[in-house]
């Protein structure tokens, strides 16, 4: 009999809390994109698949980058169309990443309706993933968001480096609200605050969240992007929860990383996020169970263990 099956972890709602979560799944994508070994393209739509199957309604499916940068996801061309049924048949939406108005023209050629770009709240983060300064990374997304809401379609503004930089170190809060401010200003529908190399505490995410509040940004538009370095992933996301964020990213598996920072290790686990959720009684919609079956597959076809201490625990067999 499985932990689940037992009614555990116990439901005890706190005060203060949403009484739902939107998981913003990325392990197809930023999960599987630091990975040295191809993954097949029919290995990563079934994981896709999988990933609905488990109840998941927003999964991020690829990045529309040149393969030269990420060599891992050269096929988006060839996946999206393999996984794009999914937002007739089951209502999913699959957000890609566009790095540019280039890669925006493959991913709407493909039909796609929901797009990311990433910027930096920093320059050295910019420098070492786009190759520009932060507004010169700005000014390149101005016509890329601008075309893509042309096209109707949802755009997600990702921000890397909100809490600290590999090069310059702890990043003032000023300088990461001026540059999301940016971006919802040129078009973006939501924000994704990313602690790119795991260093956020509570206490800082509650004051840039309490800052991008005074400075105009709503709460209702931003997600968190937390890595768990140091352990501080799950604290951190429930320090956002709080203040009243109600989308979350995670990466089934706790996959992941960032190529261009190598401090970064893995996002936090999918399932690691629906245990304490489960537990404080914020509905998901996801079936951990099946969540976990598929990380467990996943697992197996990239040759290791899953990270995440929910997997583990839940797939340990006597």
Not at 183 to 196: F, I, K, Q, Y
Request: net charge negative; proline share 6%.
């Amino acid at each position: 009999m499985t932990t689940p099956e037992l009614g555990l972890p116990m439901p005890v709602p706190a005060d203060g809390l949403p009484t739902r979560v939107r998981i913003h799944e990325v392990g197809a994508r930023d999960g599987l994109q630091n990975e040295k070994a191809t993954v097949p393209t029919e290995t990563k739509a079934e994981f896709v698949r999988r990933l609905a199957d488990a109840g998941l309604t927003t999964i991020e499916a690829t990045s529309f980058v040149h393969p030269k940068w990420v060599p891992q996801l050269a096929d988006a061309e060839e996946l999206f169309p393999l996984v794009r049924d999914l937002t007739d048949l089951a209502g999913t939406a699959l957000p890609v990443l566009v790095p540019n108005e280039r890669g925006l023209d493959r991913a709407l050629a493909l039909g796609a309706t929901r797009i990311a770009v990433f910027a930096s709240a920093t320059e050295s983060f910019a420098k070492a993933n786009l190759n520009r300064t932060v507004d010169e990374a700005l000014a390149m997304f101005e016509p890329v968001v601008r075309r893509a809401k042309g096209q109707d379609a949802h755009v997600r503004g990702y921000l890397s480096m909100c809490f600290g930089d590999p090069w310059e170190g702890p990043v003032p809060v000023v300088q990461v609200v001026r540059v999301c401010r940016a971006l919802l200003d040129m078009g973006c529908d939501e924000l994704s605050l990313g602690d790119t190399i795991g260093v956020a505490t509570p206490g800082h995410v509650r004051e840039l969240l309490t800052a991008l509040n005074e400075q105009g940004v709503r709460t209702a538009a931003v997600g968190v992007h937390f890595h768990d370095t140091y352990g501080q992933a799950l604290a951190n996301t429930l320090a956002a929860l709080q203040h009243g964020v109600t989308t979350v990213d995670a990466s089934a598996g706790g996959l992941g990383g960032c190529p261009f920072a190598k401090s970064a290790t893995g996002n936090l686990a999918t399932e690691d996020l629906v245990w304490m959720l489960t537990g404080l009684g914020i509905d998901t919609g996801v079936d951990l169970d099946r969540l976990i079956a598929t990380s467990v597959w996943m697992a197996e076809r990239l040759g290791r263990p899953s990270p995440s201490r929910t997997v583990r625990a839940l797939s340990h067999k006597e």
